[in-house]
């Protein structure tokens, strides 16, 4: 980053930067609480989690005022512009990610340690822990300013939904196996498509850390994977 006339700015931008790593932390924290508390059935952690979320939007919030009053204020240009609406970006998606793993906590709540069988659990938990990497990385990515690491981040997109979509047919098969599995799959069914859009978050900010970078914004489509949308019946 330059060194501007107006030291002020200069440390503007680099406030910036540190509250985009908070929200990241608190973010990754809230992801990994929520998945333990399913993993263990620990309602009193799901409810910190659920508790952690007020915090995080009001730090979007804030950072969205300040990013906003720089822009009048400064009026930046090129790297410095980038800068400042890179941060928006990635803090919306950030508060995305927490109100995702609020809904996970909720979920774990709703579910109120009704667990018929842990297996049925560990395929979720699995996947969480693959999101909850890539959510370390493209923040890691962020702030080393890492386009590599970001292009592959980005490149890598389907692992989780590939995994969302074998995920989504063994709990269709628990859940026709025996109907009392129904209600606590349906939940984790939910559960999975919040750590799927969790994953999309996380790609999202692999591309806002590409355009920070390099100027450029990533034209090509993301790779996908849809099978999680087929019938059983293929």
């Not at 030291?7 to 908070?22: M, P």
């Not at 979007?60 to 720089?70: D, G, H, K, S």
């Amino acid at each position: 980053m330059s060194t501007h006339t107006v030291k002020a700015f200069d440390q503007e931008l680099t406030d910036l930067g540190r509250r985009i790593a908070e929200m990241g932390g608190i973010a990754e924290r809230m992801l990994a609480d929520a998945t333990t508390a399913l993993d263990k059935a620990d309602i009193e952690l799901a409810q910190s989690v659920i508790e952690a979320d007020p915090r995080l939007d009001a730090m979007e919030r804030e950072l969205e005022e300040r990013a906003i009053l720089m822009i009048a204020k400064r009026q930046p240009l090129a790297v410095d512009l980038r800068t400042v609406v890179s941060s928006l970006r990635i803090a919306a998606d950030l508060e995305r990610i927490g109100d995702l793993s609020k809904n996970i906590a909720r979920r774990v709540v709703a579910i109120d340690g009704r667990f018929p069988s842990p297996k049925i659990v560990g395929g979720v938990k699995h996947m969480s822990e693959l999101a909850q990497d890539r959510l370390k990385r493209v923040i890691d990515a962020y702030a080393e300013r890492d386009v590599t690491e970001a292009i592959d981040i980005w490149e890598n997109d389907e692992e989780i939904d590939q995994m969302h979509g074998s995920l989504f047919r063994e709990l269709l098969t628990y859940m026709m196996e025996d109907p009392r599995n129904i209600g606590f799959c349906a939940h984790l069914l939910f559960c999975a498509k919040n750590i799927e859009r969790i994953g999309d978050h996380a790609t999202n900010i692999a591309e806002t850390v590409h355009y920070l970078a390099t100027g450029a914004v990533i034209v090509s489509e993301r790779p996908r994977d849809t099978s999680a949308y087929k019938t059983v019946d293929g």
